[in-house]
């Protein structure tokens, strides 16, 4: 399992208002098992913040993994500074018991640049085998548990919003679900070091 060394008090990256090491921390660290498409959501673009390239990896569904690489995930986490996550109300949605919608922006800095990335998200309830292989053998159907996990999703828009200068004020002062402390610090001592 990989330990995150993150300081666990502080805000979650996903903007929950609640510490890291009680949102989702535990879901990255596998030690709690995600109930709700929101919350993989959520997790993943928390995942996405301190760079766990597996576990954005590992909750893809079986169906969408084999386009996908740890090492290419890891890439694109780290290339960018991620600072905030904004979860939209879905109208007229079809979210059942086994398949969800969660539509969301991902807010992002490269490259001096602030973008936001909104996407509308499919999530599936499928089958995923908590226990080592020697236990499969001696095992009955119900030790299989379900799990939420990514399918895929629609871009709805992928959209440059500013240039950024080091002296200006850190963009993650503009967005309330940030989760970084917002002092009115410059770019450069913020999200820019």
Not at 29 to 40: D, G, M, P, S
Request: proline content about 2%.
């Amino acid at each position: 399992m990989n330990t995150i060394s993150v300081n666990t008090t502080q805000s979650c990256f996903c903007g929950s208002n609640f510490d890291f090491s009680c949102c989702c921390q535990p879901y990255i660290n596998k030690e709690l098992a995600v109930q709700t498409a929101e919350q993989l959501m959520r997790s993943r673009f928390s995942a996405y913040a301190i760079g766990n390239a597996q576990y954005i990896y590992d909750t893809y569904a079986k169906s969408s993994q084999a386009e996908q690489s740890v090492e290419d995930i890891g890439d694109w986490s780290k290339s960018c500074v991620w600072i905030a996550l904004v979860i939209h109300p879905l109208a007229n949605s079809v979210n059942n018991a086994t398949e969800q919608l969660v539509e969301f922006s991902a807010f992002y800095i490269t490259n001096n640049t602030l973008y936001e990335l909104r996407e509308k998200s499919r999530f599936i309830l499928e089958h995923g085998i908590e226990c080592d292989i020697e236990e499969k053998k001696e095992s009955t159907f119900n030790t299989q548990l379900k799990q939420w996990r990514y399918i895929d999703g629609d871009i709805i828009a992928h959209s440059e919003l500013a240039t950024i200068k080091r002296n200006e004020f850190c963009p993650c002062n503009l967005y309330p679900t940030a989760w970084q402390s917002k002092k009115g610090k410059k770019f450069k001592h913020c999200c820019g070091k």
